[in-house]
């Protein structure tokens, strides 16, 4: 019998003494679903949460969609940019889109670029939290994982309120990348440290309807 093994007889034998059952009831999963929130006011949560954790936040209209987009990457000297197959963006003349596609890009191509340009599958408003589920307008994960600077492009009906929201919408057959600001970790020293493993700029554009 194993250390494991001892531990949890002994345990089962003393609840068993004590007139202690030891059924495990099945856990709940009635998580709320319907947030409080929608409209104008989602977006501003939103933004706020992704404030918070630092990322750079623009707010847009489909009208003025382009000229963001432009305004983003010309502020950061972005010429050179990786784009998933599929993007469907306007993105700027000055700018020089690479579409990653087979044989992809590899790791040391990726970080010579000056960024990313992607959509998003869903974004959470409670959390700040951006998910990005490998489809043809957000790339594989490497893209987006190894450029220093990621500009993702979200629509007002990609916004949800909670988790639960996200959760529903997504498949658990796809690759998910949940991003809530840019990367970053306090491992050292509870020092902040940015860029360690993604990019060091999350930029997001909120698309309002």
């Not at 954790?53 to 000229?67: F, K």
């Not at 639960?164 to 440290?193: H, M, N």
């Amino acid at each position: 019998m194993s250390g494991r093994d001892e531990v949890l007889a002994r345990i089962a034998s003393a609840s068993q003494a004590a007139g202690v059952g030891v059924a495990v009831p099945e856990a709940s999963a009635r998580y709320r679903t319907r947030g409080d929130r929608s409209g104008p006011d989602l977006l501003d949560l939103l933004a706020g949460r992704l404030t918070d954790y630092r990322a750079l936040v623009i707010r847009a209209t489909p009208a003025t969609l382009a000229d963001e987009i432009s305004a983003a990457l010309r502020r950061r000297q972005a010429r050179r940019v990786v784009v998933p197959s599929a993007l469907r963006l306007p993105l700027p003349d000055f700018v020089a889109a690479i579409a990653d596609t087979p044989p992809f890009l590899t790791p040391a191509e990726l970080d010579a670029f000056d960024g990313v340009v992607t959509r998003a599958a869903v974004a959470i408003a409670e959390t700040g939290t951006i998910i990005l589920d490998g489809s043809p307008d957000q790339g594989r994960r490497a893209i987006t994982l190894v450029p220093d600077y990621h500009l993702c492009v979200v629509e007002a009906g990609q916004v949800v309120h909670l988790v639960p929201e996200a959760v529903a919408r997504l498949s658990a057959d796809r690759p998910l990348t949940w991003i809530s600001g840019p990367s970053a970790t306090s491992d050292i020293e509870l020092e902040r440290v940015e860029g360690v493993h993604g990019p060091r700029t999350l930029e997001v554009v909120l698309v309002s309807a």
